[in-house]
């Protein structure tokens, strides 16, 4: 008969690591900064994806099109803020850079689309949403700097053997 070995997650050998991480995690998902960021992405996404109906430019196929896809993806790249925490820097910049995109884009797409209702509208939702993705890269920042590195390898130093 072969013995049966039943393994526990307190003997893994990184736990100490994970619970670390997972405490970052809860520090930037807990904090009112943190959720403000969450809520308010979410917001501007949801209006963005919206926003050619509400602002009144549906007809503007390319544009609407644009704002539908790129108001989703920036509401699923900024929503929890916390429980993607090694990724939030990045995401926080990838959601930055669809900011920027939102702010272009009247001029970029296809068609005439450059109103005065469309510009003004990626213009002012581009900026919101740019500001909400700094501050989600910067409350991660701050998270690290009170609570460890962003490697996930705060407990660990390489020790350096020197031979005489």
């Known amino acids: 008969m072969t013995e049966r070995t039943q393994s526990t997650l307190e003997s893994h050998p990184d736990i100490m690591e994970m619970r670390e991480r997972y405490a970052r995690a809860e520090r930037a998902a807990s904090t009112q900064q943190g959720q403000a960021v ?36 920036y509401a699923f790249l900024l929503s929890g803020f916390g429980h993607a925490y090694e990724r ?43 500001l909400l993705a700094l501050a989600a890269s910067a409350a991660a920042n701050e998270t690290d700097r009170t609570g460890g590195s962003r490697s996930g390898r705060s407990g660990r130093t390489r020790s350096t053997r020197t031979t005489p």
């Open 88 to 130: 939030t820097h990045a995401r926080a910049w990838a959601a930055g850079l669809l900011g920027l995109w939102t702010i272009v884009a009247p001029w970029v797409v296809a068609g005439n689309v450059d109103t005065t209702r469309t510009v003004v509208n990626n213009i002012i939702v581009g900026v919101v949403a740019l």
């Open 38 to 73: 969450e809520a308010l992405a979410l917001v501007t996404g949801l209006y963005l994806a919206a926003s050619p109906w509400i602002a009144g430019f549906n007809d503007f196929g390319t544009l609407a099109i644009n704002n539908l896809i790129t108001g989703i993806a």
